[in-house]
């Protein structure tokens, strides 16, 4: 049973629903990354999502493109965040981590000793933004040979034949964009959300985690009211972006404290 899987059925049984941070590996310097993740883990998340850092990202609004953009400063790269990953699995043994990003670093390194590596440093989860369904069947093979779980998103746009699609390959969980745009982009539509799950769980038996938009506790309470489980990105690199290194470890644990309070709510 994968890590993913584990804190999901502890969660069912706790009726509770998942808190999932991200933010980019390498922002906002790359000694604060692994001190990051175990903030993220202090103050109560349940699976991390780790950003690799990409020049030319096409679902991330601006927060997120800027956090790329000072990591890729530091020259990090698809080796360095799997580097960080193995080091915060020194001491954590527990909490999941997923990586976000794009297919183009993961070519370059070629997907099957991308998955080795991947299961040597102790990634559970992968998200590839622009990797279709109709086209990772064989990328993702190789995922789940290595243990990993392949992570897909679903659009409000998604047809019925797409979802079934996306249900036939993911593991772990599936993230559902709550608006169409990037992310930190528009107003959330809690009416529209509800409206839409319930189609997607006709296929989809795995957790439905809801992500984009969603920017403070009372947003992350009524989302979590409706999935389960709340993915919070631009809000906390937001954060990052706005805090100095001294205290953005502090500033980050404090912020996702306060979520996770909401959370716990619904």
């Known amino acids: ?43 109560g998340v349940d699976v991390i999502e780790l950003g690799v850092p990409f020049s030319d990202p096409m679902a991330d609004g601006p927060t997120i493109q800027r956090a790329s953009e000072r990591a890729l400063k530091h020259r990090i790269g698809l080796r360095d965040v799997l580097n960080m990953v193995a080091e915060f699995r020194r001491s954590n043994a527990s909490t999941p981590v997923v990586l976000m990003g794009y297919g183009n670093p993961i070519e370059a390194m070629g997907w099957e000793s991308f998955a080795r590596r991947c299961a040597e440093a102790g990634v559970d ?84 985690g809801v992500g984009f938009g969603i920017r403070d506790a009372g947003t992350a309470l009524a989302v979590a009211r409706l999935c389960d489980g709340v993915v919070v990105g631009s809000r906390i690199v937001q954060e990052i972006e706005n805090s100095t290194e001294q205290n953005v470890v502090a500033n980050v644990g404090k912020l996702v404290k306060e979520l996770r309070q909401a959370v716990d709510q619904a």
């Open 125 to 208: 989860g992968v998200l590839t933004v622009d990797f279709p369904p109709e086209e990772a069947e064989e990328a993702f093979g190789y995922l789940i040979e290595s243990g990993i779980d392949p992570i897909f998103l679903i659009a409000p746009t998604s047809t019925d034949e797409r979802v079934a699609r996306v249900a036939k390959l993911a593991r772990g969980y599936v993230y559902y964009v709550s608006l169409k745009g990037v992310t930190g982009a528009g107003n959330l539509d809690l009416s529209a959300i509800e409206q839409k799950l319930p189609q997607l769980r006709k296929h989809i038996k795995l957790p439905i």
């Open 1 to 43: 049973m994968s890590r993913i899987q584990t804190v999901f059925d502890k969660l069912e049984q706790q009726k509770r629903k998942a808190l999932i941070p991200f933010f980019t590996a390498g922002d906002p310097a790359p000694a604060l990354t692994v001190p990051l993740m175990h903030a993220l883990v202090e103050a």
